[in-house]
């Protein structure tokens, strides 16, 4: 029978090719006719479907359904999820045309209401009682909304609170957290020590201090965060910092102590300043020079009973071409803090590794390789010999 | 897994007038709970400690074989000189998985069958204190374990021995998969052990029946809560080294690597500060399983109780101070070397105490040799004699011979296959009936333990042989220019444990067929009588198999041997005693069921455990393959412990088909 | 029979080890006479069963495997002893207590003072080994008295064995480098001092002393002596990867005379072969495919530059054999196979201790090389000895084989090698 919503589609199926008549007439475009076309198609489809159906979802054939349809169950009740999925799928849309952070967003929103939404009428179908719907709804996205929501907000808040810590300064820093964590003590014990307090002050409470944290963390991420220095190594200015007996960046807060580490080599700058090494077993009577080993990582422990701070050196032989003149360049020589002197200046040219500065009765690890053999640098005199910077000390090293 | 279910029949409504309101069950399901009491469901989500611990034992039987079968492979690779069988390749693969499959996926899980089947039985309890976590730790173990072997499909196994040295499995020695899913399946493994221990610690503590002090615990139990605790502390430490290589391999850390400053020994120290405690976890349930054995066939109680009790507790704690003797060779220095030389003989002190006492227990008893006790004298053998060559290698400077030869894969099997896998049988034999209601033919199982006895000394001896002549293990072949001349040389020797491996399989496979003589279709093996063996100890004093509620009502303790002393009366005076028989064992456990308890109350069972455990293989495959299946797996775990936590304690109206009415749900699980 | 007492003990299945249960039982009442008996036995099984399998732990070469080998007797021994005590006292047990429908037995849980007793006696027993043990573990780490540095590093999978410049040794003015075989003067107290480039391996002379680990970024000692010159083999023992089975070494103790024409032959120039023949032709060859990796001391390239190779290149442990010397050597490829010919083997390796050094210094003649493994080898060497060397599947390390590769070598570049390396001593 002609149901109100029947003639509702039949007409605009009649509307719409109607149009469609009219703009290939006036307009000669095929798009649009494709497009009137098709909608009337669809909703001569539909006029169809609701001719035969009905306006219920009960089949107009189907008389003795009526009492046990679904149709007579209780009105489902309010949802929040449509409008949620159409605020996402607007964000999807600004998105597009804006910032790939909101589409993202919008995307993440629009399958999330998605999602809720189609559990919602799925658990609204179960039973004819709200309650247990809602039950049943409850059992299946508990699980997945409790811990992400949880980790939303745990997540939102140390974010926030990284990015307040990250705008004080350094001291500051330290002072706001002690002073965060006594006030949340402090609360803590007050909400343990009365348990007859209301909910909804605790709540309120949390709420409260929840939105500080996010307000601060806002305006401090938005202001940015305080400078940090990064430091330099010592493969990046090995040419000078290895040669200089002095202090350098590099080398402050520098490891003084090595755990007791069995097995490894140890060359020792004596108080007579010179160097010697000892080895696991007896050293071997009548060799002057360290034997290490080639293509293997020696374990080199420096220990410094000189009195004063140094550093132990090992020259490779001269650099590559192309790491000695970038080493020119980019080297600290230009560096007006640290003026080179010549000899360091001679030096740079030569493919150096070295601890960074041992104080007084310290110690060190050095990992060092040889890719080559010693007798590869027979002619060089620099080669392949351990030395330490602002002393006479040295010590060669034969690699067989 | 069916969550959402359609009804297979519409309900009735003429009958009932109006339309009812459609339980969720009848109309269109939702995540009801599993209730079955039949079918897969009700083996697939139960949390009855009994049907998880048959679980565990089916699951580690097929990994015994599977074990077993590499097992073959490898000897048959080595049964003569320059063997082509595998390749070097797989050859380092196999004996890896070997090794792996036998310790992690066999005896220990055989070993936590036995402890989830019989701890609550033994101490009065109507299950373990968490039920759904013994269900966790069962499809833990069982997921890790299958998640472990895919690595033969997906590259080949692990290459680098179960010991998994340092740096040998960083990725430029190892470029497969294959040391990927070794770690990440022993991590998976390892949250099964650590969940079960925790499990069975509080069960143990806490869930004795009345009357049952510590020291009137069987001495299964105790041995099983031993482990427990040796586990508890055990794993983590192989946890963090599995954590270590797995961000040495998966995501650039250099935990391992020697140019970064690192040091190899730390893989050794972690490793074995694990793995010593481990030979102790694989051994004492057997260990348990035969003090209960032992008495019953002797009808005398296990000798010194107290003594076996403290020895066991001592190889716990000694147990720890031992590790670095896996590593004499490694170059630790003579100091440390000394010291653990030392404390290695220092535990061979209460393991000679267990031998002792066994010994003692049988002298003055009233022997019956069936296939339990054949078993369980068998472990007193084979055990003393790979305890007598561990003394040989707990003395550093012999060791640094012997260690990574065949002495030690003696050595080793020895004390594993002749100390653990006999007292497993042994729990086999004694038990079956107990848990399957039928017993193994006593003939069959003859021929299965001579069978084994023989082929195990016959696969395990002339290793000794083998060793101390100097082949090392760990090789994909042997030469003859290293095997020495004469008729019994190496060669000869590797031929006969060869031999061996197969008189052994014979032997595995005749305890198989044992299985199927009894319990195949139309098998004439009648019900067993209800105390079979004239046992001691309280899990007899109930029907077998027990009802999903253990016992119609709590035991009352009174003795060490309970069941015993219910069953007899001394009627001898002063000095002089003299047994006789008050009870037959059935009418002790009639009288019990006489008097049940009124309501008996039973966890319900859940789906959550499965998921949870199925989200970890999916989170480890992720860290080989793609972190995006890293987070999906992250976020069906996330979902099921939610889940869980949020589900309630009992089943509700709803879950069951029909619904049942008001407080029924729990009747309605026990009266099945 | 049986080579193991605790062994032979412990299973009542055959016949003969039954018999020689009983036999011990009646003896149980003196422990000294069980002591000599079961030492007795030890030598019988030791002289039934005891093949020359090289690597055998109980044939002791040389002071530090004596030592060890001095206790393993004792150890062996007591528990030999306790074995026989232990099974005769169960085995009366089982037989003595089987059910012969004797009266159900005292349900006691035992007496605390047999308990405690039989506690203290096992102690006691340890306590009696742990005394010489310690000693021992003393003696065998003191390297000071060591008279001859010789270092070693482990890499997949060959030894590199390196003589640094020292006095020791006879004196040592020149880095010796070698690999697979360490040669020492007999008599003379050696320390390895040994490490390795890629994973840990093991050094195992087992008739020299027991094992030691050679772990990456540490050095290990171990001590070595030999009484009187011989080979002694060894193998790796530490699990070290794919051809962890062909990782093999030997000791070859000589005189000092030997031994200092062998020091003195390691040192030599480099002797260029005859132009025109073969083996320059191999020469040329080995610059082209070989040198990369391979060092030969002494040899230059066109322009007289000495050839420096550079494995680290090539070769993810950064080392390949030197093979200045290569035919000095008995053994290649990890000393997994032979240079000698099957025929030429035994006249070294059978040598007596007074020829044995002779014999090792002829090196490896035209006549006596096995031509057919050392082709294999060059023709396609992963294929003889399984190696990472698939370009294919070399992304772990960065392109870089673990072993030699296959280098497609023409059947006329191998004959021109082999020439050129049979003149490599």
């Not at chain 2, 399901?29 to 089916?58: C, N």
């Not at chain 2, 797996?633 to 936590?645: E, Q, S």
Request: with cysteine; glycine share 10%.
């Amino acid at each position: 029978m002609f149901t109100t919503g029947s003639k509702l589609l039949i007409g605009s199926s009649v509307f719409a090719l109607v149009a469609a008549v009219v703009y290939g007439v006036t307009q000669n475009e095929a798009l649009g006719i494709v497009g009137l076309v098709s909608a009337a198609c669809a909703l001569a489809f539909l006029a169809g479907v609701n001719v035969w159906a009905g306006d219920s979802n009960l089949s107009a054939l189907d008389t003795a359904a009526v009492a046990t349809s679904e149709a007579s169950d209780d009105p489902p009740g309010a949802s929040i999820w449509p409008m949620v999925f159409a605020v996402g799928a607007a964000a999807v849309l600004v998105g597009l045309v804006s910032q790939q952070s909101v589409f993202t967003i919008g995307l993440v929103i629009l399958l999330a209401a998605g999602a809720q939404w189609a559990v919602q009428a799925w658990a609204e179908s179960a039973s004819t009682d709200s309650t247990t719907n809602a039950a049943v709804r409850g059992r299946l996205a508990n699980p997945l909304e409790y811990p992400l929501l949880g980790a939303f907000a745990v997540g939102g808040i140390a974010y926030a609170l990284s990015r307040i810590m990250l705008w004080l300064s350094k001291t500051n820093t330290i002072i706001a957290f002690v002073v965060l964590a006594t006030i949340i003590a402090c609360i803590a014990f007050i909400f343990a020590a009365r348990p007859s307090l209301k909910r909804g002050a605790i709540g309120g409470v949390l709420t409260v201090g929840a939105v500080a944290i996010v307000a601060g963390g806002v305006a401090a991420g938005v202001d940015g965060q305080r400078y940090i220095h990064v430091y330099e190594t010592i493969a990046a200015d090995a040419a000078l910092v290895c040669n200089s007996p002095e202090e350098f960046e590099v080398d402050e807060g520098a490891s003084q102590t090595v755990s007791t580490k069995a097995g490894t080599y140890t060359i020792s700058l004596t108080a007579a300043g010179t160097l010697e090494f000892d080895v696991p077993g007896p050293v071997a009577e009548g060799s002057d020079a360290i034997s290490l080993r080639r293509s293997n990582p020696n374990n080199i422990v420096f220990r410094n009973d000189s009195g004063e701070a140094r550093r132990l050196t090992l020259d490779f032989g001269p650099a590559p071409e192309d790491e000695a003149s970038a080493a020119a360049e980019e080297g600290y020589g230009a560096d007006e803090s640290h003026g080179a002197d010549e000899s360091h200046g001679d030096k740079s040219d030569r493919n150096l590794t070295c601890t960074s500065l041992v104080e007084d009765g310290g110690a060190q690890l050095i990992t060092v390789k040889f890719a080559e053999p010693s007798f590869a640098y027979a002619d060089d005199a620099e080669a392949y010999r351990f030395y330490v910077p602002g002393t006479d000390a040295e010590i060669d090293v034969v690699v067989p | 897994m069916a969550i959402i279910e359609r009804p297979t029949e519409t309900p009735d409504v003429t009958n009932r007038g109006t339309r009812p309101a459609p339980k969720a069950s009848t109309n269109y399901g939702y995540l009801r709970r599993p209730v079955e009491t039949t079918g897969w469901r009700s083996w697939a989500f139960t949390v009855d400690h009994k049907k998880i611990g048959i679980m565990y034992g089916a699951v580690a039987m097929f990994f015994f074989i599977l074990g077993g079968l590499e097992a073959a492979l490898i000897r048959l690779q080595l049964a003569g000189p320059n063997g082509t069988i595998l390749s070097a390749d797989k050859y380092n693969q196999m004996f890896t998985m070997h090794a792996t499959t036998m310790v992690f996926l066999f005896v220990m899980p055989m070993a936590a069958a036995f402890a989830n089947y019989f701890i609550p039985l033994q101490i009065g309890a109507r299950d373990v204190a968490f039920p759904r976590l013994n269900a966790l730790s069962l499809w833990v173990f069982v997921f890790g374990g299958v998640f472990l072997n895919t690595s033969w499909f997906l590259g080949g196994g692990a290459d680098g021995g179960w010991f998994m040295y340092a740096p040998n499995s960083s990725v430029p020695f190892s470029p497969t998969n294959g040391v990927d899913f070794w770690g990440l399946g022993l991590q998976i493994t390892g949250i099964a052990s650590l969940v079960g221990a925790i499990n069975l610690i509080v069960t143990v503590l806490n869930m004795r029946a009345p009357g049952m002090s510590m020291m009137k615990m069987p001495i299964f139990t105790w041995m099983a809560f031993v482990v427990q605790m040796l586990l508890l502390f055990a794993i983590p430490v192989i946890t963090v080294a599995l954590f270590l290589l797995m961000f040495q391999r998966s995501f650039g850390a250099q935990f391992f690597s020697v140019e970064a400053g690192a040091d190899p020994l730390l893989w050794q120290h972690l490793f074995w500060i694990f793995g010593h405690p481990e030979v102790y976890i694989l051994v004492l349930p057997s260990f348990g399983i035969i003090s209960e054995v032992l008495p019953v066939f002797s009808k005398k109680p296990l000798f010194g109780y107290p003594f076996v009790v403290f020895s066991g507790a001592a190889i716990g704690f000694v147990g720890w101070g031992v590790w670095a003797h896996h590593m004499f060779a490694s170059g630790l220095g003579p100091v440390s070397v000394a010291v653990f030389s030392v404390a290695t003989m220092a535990i061979a002190v209460p393991t000679g105490v267990k031998i002792i006492n066994w010994t003692l227990t049988l002298w003055g008893g009233k022997l019956t040799f069936t296939t339990a006790m054949l078993f369980a004298v068998g472990l007193i053998v084979q055990f003393t004699i790979g305890g007598l060559s561990g003394v040989t290698h707990a003395v550093a400077p012999s060791d640094t011979q012997q260690t990574d030869t065949y002495y030690i894969v003696a050595h080793f099997h020895y004390v594993i296959f002749g100390g653990a896998v006999l007292g497993l049988f042994s729990g086999f034999y004694y038990w079956w009936p107990k848990v399957f209601g039928k017993l193994l033919s006593e003939s069959l199982g003859k021929w299965n333990f001579w069978l084994m006895i023989a082929g195990m000394n016959l696969t395990f001896g002339p290793m000794h042989i083998i060793g101390l002549q100097g082949q090392p293990r760990r090789m994909y072949r042997w030469t003859e220019f290293r095997a020495g001349q004469g008729f019994f040389n190496l060669g000869f020797w590797n031929l006969v444990a060869t031999i061996g491996t197969f008189v052994l399989g014979v032997g595995i496979l005749f305890f198989l067929v044992n299985i199927w003589v009894t319990h195949r279709p139309n098998s004439k093996t009648p019900p067993a009588p209800a105390d079979p063996w004239d046992a001691r100890s309280l899990e007899w004093i109930t029907s077998s198999p027990p009802k999903e509620y253990n016992f119609a009502r709590t035991p009352q303790v009174s003795a060490l041997d309970e069941f015993f002393h219910r069953k007899y009366e001394d009627v001898g005076e002063g000095d002089k005693h003299e047994y006789v028989q008050k009870m037959t064992g059935e009418e002790v456990i009639q009288f019990e069921e006489d008097n049940a308890d009124p309501n008996i109350h039973l966890p319900a069972p859940s789906y959550w455990p499965m998921v949870l455990a199925l989200a970890l293989p999916v989170m480890a495959y992720g860290v080989i393959y793609n972190t995006l299946l890293i987070v999906a797996g992250g976020a069906i775990a996330t979902m099921a412990m939610f889940g869980w936590a949020l589900e309630p304690a009992d089943a509700e109206a709803s879950d069951f088909d029909p619904p049942v009415e008001g407080d029924e749900t729990s009747k309605e699980l026990s009266n099945v | 029979m049986t080579y193991d007492l605790s062994m032979s003990h412990q299973s009542p299945t055959t016949k003969m080890q039954a018999v020689e249960t009983t036999t011990t039982l009646k003896s149980v009442t003196s422990s000294r006479l069980v002591r000599t008996l079961v030492a007795g036995s030890f030598a019988a099984l030791l002289a039934g069963c005891a093949t020359d399998a090289p690597q055998d732990t109980w044939q002791p070469k040389g002071s530090n495997a004596r030592m060890i080998n001095d206790l393993d007797w004792v150890v062996f021994s007591i528990a030999g002893v306790v074995g026989v005590v232990v099974f005769s006292v169960l085995a009366f047990a089982l037989w003595k207590y089987r059910d012969r429908g004797q009266p159900i037995p005292e349900q006691t849980h035992g007496k605390p003072a047999l308990e405690i007793g039989l506690t203290i006696l096992p102690a006691l027993i340890l306590v009696g080994i742990a005394i010489p043990t310690v000693g021992t573990i003393m003696d065998l780490a003191e390297t000071n008295d060591t008279e001859c540095i010789v270092n070693v590093t482990g890499q997949q999978w060959w030894w590199e064995i390196d003589y640094p410049v020292q006095d020791g040794c006879g004196g040592i003015e020149e880095p010796i480098v070698t690999s697979g075989q360490m040669v020492i003067e007999a008599g003379t107290k050696v320390l390895v001092r040994g490490t390795s480039r890629d994973v840990i391996h093991s050094w195992w002379i087992p008739s020299l002393n027991g094992k030691r680990d050679m772990v990456p970024g540490r050095i290990h000692t171990v001590r070595l002596e030999a009484d009187e010159p011989g080979i002694f083999a060894g193998q790796c023992t530490e699990f070290c990867g794919l051809s962890h089975a062909n990782m093999r070494m030997e000791v070859i103790a000589m005189n000092s005379t030997d031994f200092a024409i062998w020091k003195a032959n390691q040192v030599q120039d480099y002797v260029a072969p005859v132009a025109g023949s073969l083996a320059a032709e191999g020469e040329s060859t080995f610059i082209s495919q070989c040198s990369r990796c391979h060092q030969v001391d002494g040899l230059t390239d066109s322009n007289d530059e000495l050839i420096i190779s550079r494995p680290d290149q090539n070769v993810w442990s950064g080392a390949a054999p030197n093979l200045t010397n290569f035919m000095t050597r008995n053994t290649f490829a990890g000393a997994s196979w032979d240079l000698l010919s099957k025929e030429c083997r035994p006249g070294v390796w059978d040598a007596s201790p007074s020829t044995i050094g002779a014999a090792y210094l002829d090196g490896v003649t035209d006549s006596c090389l096995n031509e057919v493994e050392l082709r294999e080898w060059l023709r396609n060497a992963p294929a003889k000895k399984p190696m990472y060397t698939d370009p294919e599947s070399l992304e772990a390390t960065n392109g870089l084989v673990r072993g030699m590769p296959y280098l497609a070598l023409s059947e006329d570049q191998i004959d021109q090698l082999v020439a050129y390396l049979l003149e490599r001593k």
